[in-house]
């Protein structure tokens, strides 16, 4: 039961093959038997979630039909929860209890899903490898050897070893699709604004996207329905329709124009991850859909652009930590700036303090128009590279990362790991959906295939992505450890 | 733009954080090489380009001053580390 997908889970739980409580059960037992090897959850809500489970069954009993209803679910411990600990993965926010409930968690306990817990993740989201986090990093179900990306490393490695049904993340620069990635799971960027980030905590605010991560195209639609819309607490939020994102699953995909990027097959990218992607857009070609070359010629320029812009916004974002308010305060402070400086070098952990550095550096006096102001222009070719693309082709595809999972520690040198994240981190820059789907093994480790479409076509997205699961199964398959009985 | 020690001693006042005499050379390096891959960018010419500040390329709705948040001064001071009869507690500040 607990590998099905939240559309056969929903199924089951109309049907009254299972109830909530049962279901909810049967996941907290599996984060008992796993977290401790697999440290995907920070916090797990044993009481709460079965009262909400109880209270599932109730509605449900009652008449009461939705999708996600008594659905077990893990959020990301970015999204702030009422009267429960919201920590981001520093040691920052160790002891901090949201007073309130993110957009996002509104929503789905609107929908009445169940809340498990909080998962893991790199330090205030930034890192491609959950090693980053103040509470020791997440273990890739595939070889616990491995690292399950990041920064929604816990959100992932939760998927895929079945302790939840589905789950959140954030996505800054490809903290969803490169975990999705390594992991073997599907993960959702939607486009810029789609989704409230009220209640999120901010790393870079004109990156930061919130989305699903999920087993299935079909259950990233379901998901995105509960949590698409207009939040007026969020400015920035679109004011764009919301549609039902399951209603196109099904479209036909004959005479789709598929774009593959030259710059995203080229020097760096592992040969079995090519072979993989590449044999899956040969699935595309028997469904009736054209493959055809394009370039991204400033793709090259995304990672520099980004490392201006999401540390410039982040050194802004991160200043709020002072230990006053709240969060972490050191002991005896001498005096007011020893207090704010020491609070903040202890609380924060190497990789949020270099970054908070680069764009303290990089917004100071005199070297704005050199950095920042370049970063956003650069921002604009790559955007215009999209929209270029797009009015030859209706949808993107390629590699989400050039390997599979690296192993643990392997990676010291921070612009090493900056690289990761070469094919995803343009869409951020452009605010465009994107989405990781398995797409097959290298050496047994998963190979994630990377699809984007222009602003707000994630209907065209989901269902691209729905119509290759409809026809393989590398969605399905899971690490032999942690299958069912195991 | 070199970035020595100097720089670095500025920067971590700038964003109020202390770096040890032990780190500063780590640090410093790390970052060097970070803004080398930032200026990988300095390549293209953009003279012509406009910055772009939003992904969506549009500006902030506004909307009416409303008051909508309640006052909830005692539930948020409970998560500051030091307060007294609802004020906030630092270090003192003036002799």
Same mark, same amino acid.
């Given at each position: 039961?607990?590998?099905?997908t939240v559309?056969?889970?929903s199924?089951?739980?109309s049907?009254?093959?299972i ?5 909810t059960?049967?996941?907290l037992?599996? #984060?008992?038997q796993y977290n401790?090897?697999?440290n &995907?959850f920070?916090?797990v809500?044993?009481e709460s979630a079965l ?11 009652d008449?009461?039909?939705s999708p996600?209803l008594g659905i077990?679910l ?6 702030? $929860?009422s009267?429960?600990?919201? +920590?981001?993965g520093s040691k920052?926010?160790?002891n ?16 009445? &899903?169940v ?5 893991n993740?790199?330090?205030?989201a930034?890192?491609s490898?959950?090693?980053?986090s103040?509470?020791?990093p997440v273990k890739?179900?595939w ?16 998927i &895929? ?7 959140t993340g954030?996505?800054t620069g490809?903290?969803?699709?490169q975990?999705a990635a390594?992991c ?6 939607p ?7 009220? =209640? ?5 605010? *004109?990156?930061d ?6 087993k299935?195209?079909e259950?990233a639609?379901?998901?995105l329905?509960a ?5 007026t607490?969020d ?5 764009v329709?919301v549609e039902? !994102?399951?209603?196109?699953? %099904? ?5 789709l124009?598929?774009? #593959?990027?030259?710059?995203h ?6 040969p ?7 044999e ?5 070609e028997?469904?009736?859909?054209q ?6 010629p400033?793709?090259?320029l995304?990672? +520099?652009?980004y490392y ?5 916004e &982040?050194?802004?974002?991160l200043?709020?930590?002072?230990g006053v308010?709240?969060? !972490?305060?050191c002991?005896n402070?001498v005096d ?13 952990g190497?990789?949020?303090k270099?970054r ?6 990089a ?11 370049k970063?956003?222009?650069i ?9 270029a693309?797009f009015?030859?082709?209706d ?10 999972a690296?192993?643990?520690g ?5 612009v090493?790991m900056?690289?990761?994240d070469?094919?995803?981190?343009a869409?951020n820059l452009? =605010?465009?959906?994107?989405m ?5 093994l ?12 222009s602003?707000f076509?994630? *209907?065209?997205l989901? %269902?691209?992505?729905?119509?290759f699961?409809? %026809?393989?199964d ?5 690490a $032999?450890?942690?299958?069912e009985?195991? | 733009?070199a970035?020595?020690?100097t @720089?670095? @001693?500025?920067v ?13 050379? @780590?640090?410093?390096?790390r ?6 891959l ?5 390549s293209v010419?953009?003279d012509?380009?406009? /910055?772009?500040?939003?992904?969506l390329?549009?500006t902030?709705r ?19 580390? @030091?307060?007294?009869?609802g004020?906030?507690?630092v /270090?003192?500040v003036?002799?």
């Amino acid at each position: 039961m607990i590998e099905k997908t939240v559309a056969e889970l929903s199924g089951s739980l109309s049907r009254g093959d299972i109830s909530s409580v049962e279901l909810t059960q049967a996941y907290l037992d599996r #984060i008992n038997q796993y977290n401790s090897t697999l440290n &995907a959850f920070v916090t797990v809500c044993e009481e709460s979630a079965l009262t909400q489970a109880a209270q599932a069954d109730t509605a449900r009993a009652d008449g009461l039909t939705s999708p996600l209803l008594g659905i077990p679910l893990a959020h990301k411990d970015i999204f702030c $929860t009422s009267g429960i600990k919201t +920590s981001c993965g520093s040691k920052m926010l160790h002891n901090f209890i949201a007073p309130y409930d993110a957009t996002v968690v509104s929503r789905f306990n609107d929908a009445g &899903a169940v809340m498990l817990g909080k998962t893991n993740m790199d330090e205030f989201a930034m890192g491609s490898s959950n090693e980053t986090s103040y509470f020791g990093p997440v273990k890739n179900p595939w070889d616990t050897d491995r690292v399950p990306g990041g920064s929604s490393g816990g959100s992932a490695a939760a998927i &895929a070893a079945d302790l939840c049904a589905m789950a959140t993340g954030t996505d800054t620069g490809g903290s969803i699709r490169q975990p999705a990635a390594f992991c073997g799971i599907t993960g959702l960027k939607p486009s810029y604004g789609r989704i409230s980030r009220w =209640g999120m905590i901010a790393f870079a605010s *004109s990156l930061d996207q919130a989305g699903p991560i999920c087993k299935s195209a079909e259950d990233a639609a379901l998901m995105l329905n509960a949590m698409a819309g207009l939040d007026t607490k969020d400015s920035t939020c679109a004011d764009v329709p919301v549609e039902d !994102y399951t209603a196109d699953l %099904n479209n036909s995909l004959q005479g789709l124009r598929i774009g #593959i990027p030259r710059q995203h097959f080229a020097e760096g990218l592992s040969p079995e991850v090519e072979q993989a992607v590449r044999e899956a857009l040969g699935v595309y070609e028997k469904l009736g859909a054209q493959l055809i070359d394009i370039d991204l010629p400033n793709n090259h320029l995304s990672v +520099s652009a980004y490392y201006v812009v999401a540390p410039a916004e &982040a050194s802004a974002n991160l200043s709020r930590f002072d230990g006053v308010r709240y969060g !972490y305060r050191c002991d005896n402070p001498v005096d007011l700036e020893d207090m704010y400086k020491r609070s903040r070098s202890e609380g924060f952990g190497d990789e949020v303090k270099r970054r908070i550095m680069v764009g303290t550096y990089a917004l100071s006096a005199g070297f704005y128009d050199a950095y920042y102001r370049k970063a956003q222009k650069i921002r604009r070719l790559i955007k215009q590279d999209f929209n270029a693309a797009f009015q030859q082709v209706d949808i993107i595809i390629g590699p989400t990362s050039p390997h599979t999972a690296f192993t643990l520690g392997a990676k010291t040198d921070p612009v090493a790991m900056y690289l990761e994240d070469i094919y995803t981190i343009a869409v951020n820059l452009a =605010g465009l959906p994107g989405m990781s789907v398995p797409a097959g093994l290298a050496d047994g480790l998963p190979v994630g295939m990377h699809l984007v479409a222009s602003d707000f076509a994630e *209907s065209l997205l989901l %269902n691209v992505a729905h119509q290759f699961q409809l %026809n393989t199964d590398w969605h399905r398959l899971r690490a $032999t450890a942690f299958e069912e009985g195991h | 733009m070199a970035f020595d020690k100097t @720089e670095v @001693e500025k920067v971590a006042q700038l964003a109020r954080l202390h770096i040890s005499h032990t780190e500063k050379d @780590e640090v410093t390096g790390r970052i060097t090489d970070i803004l080398a891959l930032i200026d990988q960018m300095q390549s293209v010419d953009t003279d012509a380009v406009a /910055p772009l500040a939003h992904p969506l390329d549009i500006t902030q709705r506004l909307r009416e001053d409303d008051v909508t948040e309640s006052n909830r001064r005692d539930e948020l001071q409970q998560l500051a580390p @030091e307060v007294d009869e609802g004020l906030y507690l630092v /270090p003192k500040v003036i002799e």
